[in-house]
């Protein structure tokens, strides 16, 4: 699990990265059952169907093998991230539950699984409990150090992310720790090693999805801090890797608006729509299309939020930070509120704090919304977003000077942070009177 000050903070953006998928079996595809174009698809195009795919055929000779089931559990939960499909998250979970079956005490693979699937589902004590007893099984577990570093992360619990980040990191070098110590870094505003880390990550992939998934990250630290070419070089070279991989294909869409090529922009940001519609890709192509004025192709993908949000919630997973957000911004504060409200009752981490302060604030309670926005500031690395929310408040409550500065920092840090807030903040900083 991760968020990201390159993506804007209306995304409760996640990293899932389930390292327990079954790569060995991937390799064991029976590659004279295909002609090679359709080989080379599999290998290049879809690896974690490839997964799924020779797990099954493992478990038809051996439905005996609780590995192979907690391994087929973990691609399950990777292969929901990826596609957007929820109901990958009920597979996953009987997958979890027939090794456990088979395998009741010791099978910490499973409850590695299950935390991550936990984690996915946006239920992140779950998560933590889950990891804590892989580890009781096997503390040298990778994986669960792995799922407990998301679920802690979430929690707002930053020092135990951290621990559990650096145990990782001893037991397995490589792209999943790496890219999580980016992500920590990146949290308490050391962009340096955040990017470090990164370059580590993809030092470590041969291509394909592992090096677009770190040139994802690479290209949104760069677009967290405006740095646009960078951030077009990094996605162009991952979409290289993977063609039409959604992740960069938004980072491009991001920066193609930034830009001020609508059209490009348009074309791009509905083609990540039409691949993953999960509601934080709405409501951000939504928002764009307000910004330029197109408000009834924005309600639209408005108009899909809560069917999307319902289909998930029906599959057991919650995302009340995406609707807290998306409620604050278009004149609901009682479903902003509750949303909010309900999202900072299962972790109080700086999203959580954000969302709460904005929901407050759109409520007209400034007063309680300040000390969230502060706390959602606190940490080291306040993403752009943030800061603007934070200084809007300030403004609200007349603190004219602070509010000055914080909208400066927001607009300094990242002066394309979102199509419809930046130029907000441009004009809210000038009715004060201004940079200080």
């Known amino acids: 699990m991760r968020t ?129 007893r892989a580890l009781a099984i096997n503390d040298y577990s990778a994986t669960a150090w792995g ?30 720790s790496f890219t999580r110590a980016s992500y920590d870094a990146e949290l308490h505003g050391d962009l340096v090693a955040a990017r470090s880390a990164l370059e580590q990550a993809l030092a470590t992939t041969d291509g394909g999805a592992g090096e677009a ?49 609508e059209t490009s922009a348009v074309e791009t940001f509905q083609a990540v729509v039409n691949a993953s519609p999960l509601p934080e890709h709405l409501v951000e192509f939504g928002a764009y299309l307000e910004s330029q004025g197109r408000t009834d192709e924005a309600e639209q993908q408005f108009a899909l939020v ?32 509750a949303a909010a409200q309900a999202e900072f009752e299962r972790r109080q981490n700086i999203d959580s704090h954000d969302a709460l302060a904005w929901a407050l604030h759109a409520a007209g309670r400034d007063a309680e919304a300040l000390p969230h926005a502060q706390q959602a500031t606190a940490l080291g690395g306040a993403s752009a977003l943030f800061l603007y929310h934070r200084g809007t408040i300030e403004a609200a409550l007349g603190q004219v000077d602070q509010a000055r500065a914080t909208l400066t920092s927001a607009l300094d840090t990242n002066p394309h942070f979102s199509p419809l807030h930046a130029p907000r903040a441009e004009d809210l900083l000038a009715s004060l009177g201004g940079r200080p």
């Open 213 to 261: 998934f770190c040139r994802t990250y690479l290209g949104g630290l760069a677009f967290s801090t405006g740095d646009l070419d960078e951030a077009a070089a990094q996605f162009d070279a991952g979409l290289q890797a993977v063609p039409g991989d959604t992740a960069l294909l938004l980072g491009r869409a991001r920066v193609l608006a930034a830009r001020g090529d």
């Open 306 to 337: 809560e069917t999307v949000r319902a289909l998930f919630e029906a599959n057991g997973a919650s995302d009340d930070l995406t609707m807290a957000l998306f409620a604050a911004d278009h004149g609901d504060p009682a479903t902003a509120l």
């Open 147 to 176: 799922v407990l570093t998301d679920a802690r992360t979430q929690l707002g619990d930053y020092a135990g992310a951290t621990e559990a980040l650096q145990r990782m990191l001893a037991l397995r070098p490589g792209l999943a």
């Open 4 to 132: 990201r000050t390159a993506v804007s903070a209306v995304i409760a953006g996640v990293l899932l990265l389930v390292v327990a998928v079954a790569a060995a079996y991937t390799a064991s595809v029976d590659k004279d059952a295909a002609a090679p174009q359709q080989v080379t698809a599999v290998a290049r195009v879809d690896p974690i169907a490839a997964s799924i795919d020779a797990a099954q055929r493992r478990l038809e000779e051996v439905p005996g093998d609780y590995t192979t089931w907690a391994q087929l559990g973990s691609a399950y939960v990777e292969q929901a991230r990826v596609t957007a499909d929820p109901s990958y998250y009920d597979k996953a979970d009987g997958a979890f539950q027939e090794s456990l079956a088979l395998r009741p005490e010791g099978n910490d693979a499973a409850l590695s699984g299950q935390g991550a699937l936990a984690n996915a589902r946006h239920d992140f004590a779950a998560a933590a409990d889950l990891a804590e």
